[in-house]
């Protein structure tokens, strides 16, 4: 099973600033999923990229998918306190036979302050 | 649509006792994972059904767990002999799984089930 690396794993922040999170691995990926996870829910799929080098942009988020399809990446222009969250990558499981099954990340927790 | 739902939201339990959790996917969805999250954290994967085949259940953590799907729909996890450390949120999720040849990855969450063992 591969493994995926976030960072960082906290990022506190005041409201209007620029952020990126990081999705790591030393794996290549066939697709990588970006989930949001606000408190007392589950998560929710933001967005899924499949070709290297891709980037796919969601209002003030931007997700840029690596040319090596290794690692991926989620900006945050101008965060708003609405942006809080636990904010998860995840990536089909290469290995094994469990096909259909994904591998997450650990998970960046992101708080913005007003 | 209705989405995945799961009950009860909340279960506070005495240690020693067993617990079910249940969790009903979206219609039409053929997978089904258990997931187990603790404050804070990122998720555990527990069990993934998918269709007829065998569930894969590498990920629970002792034999105290199980899990069953009936008739490819309705999954309940259960825990015997609750312990403190079994203390989570429990989150199920199902996707379209595999389709007409092609596997669809995105994932559908519940709220979840938040355990308190005692």
């Known amino acids: 099973t591969q493994l995926l690396e976030q960072s960082p794993q906290f990022l506190s922040i005041q409201e209007g600033e620029n952020l990126t999170v990081y999705c790591n691995s030393s794996?290549?990926?066939?697709?990588l999923q970006w989930y949001r996870q606000e408190p007392g829910e589950g998560p929710v799929l933001l967005v899924t990229?499949?070709?290297?080098?891709e980037v796919k942009k969601l209002k003030r988020l931007t997700f840029q998918f690596g040319d090596a399809r290794k690692d991926s990446s989620l900006h945050i222009t101008a965060a708003q306190p609405g942006d809080t969250g636990l904010y998860l990558c995840?990536?089909?499981?290469?290995?094994?036979?469990?096909?259909?099954?994904?591998?997450f990340g650990q998970g960046t927790i992101l708080t913005v302050h007003p | 649509g209705a989405g995945v739902s799961q009950s009860p939201s909340n279960k506070v339990t005495e240690k020693g006792k067993d617990v079910e959790l249940r969790c009903d996917p979206i219609?039409?969805?053929?997978?089904l994972y258990w997931y187990r999250q603790s404050l804070g954290q990122g998720l555990e994967f527990l069990i993934y059904f998918q269709g007829n085949s065998a569930p894969d259940k590498s990920g629970l953590p002792s034999d105290r767990f199980s899990a069953e799907r009936t008739g490819g729909s309705v999954s309940t996890l259960t825990i015997q002999r609750t312990q403190q450390e079994d203390s989570a949120v429990y989150l199920c999720?199902?996707?379209?799984?595999?389709?007409?040849?092609?596997?669809?990855?995105?994932?559908?969450f519940g709220p979840g089930t938040r355990l308190t063992v005692t």
């Open positions: 995840a990536a089909p499981d290469a290995g094994g036979t469990s096909y259909g099954k994904l591998t």
């Open positions: 219609s039409g969805h053929t997978a």
């Open positions: 990229v499949v070709t290297g080098g």
């Open positions: 794996s290549v990926f066939s697709s």
């Open positions: 999720a199902s996707s379209r799984g595999l389709a007409g040849g092609l596997m669809t990855y995105e994932q559908y």
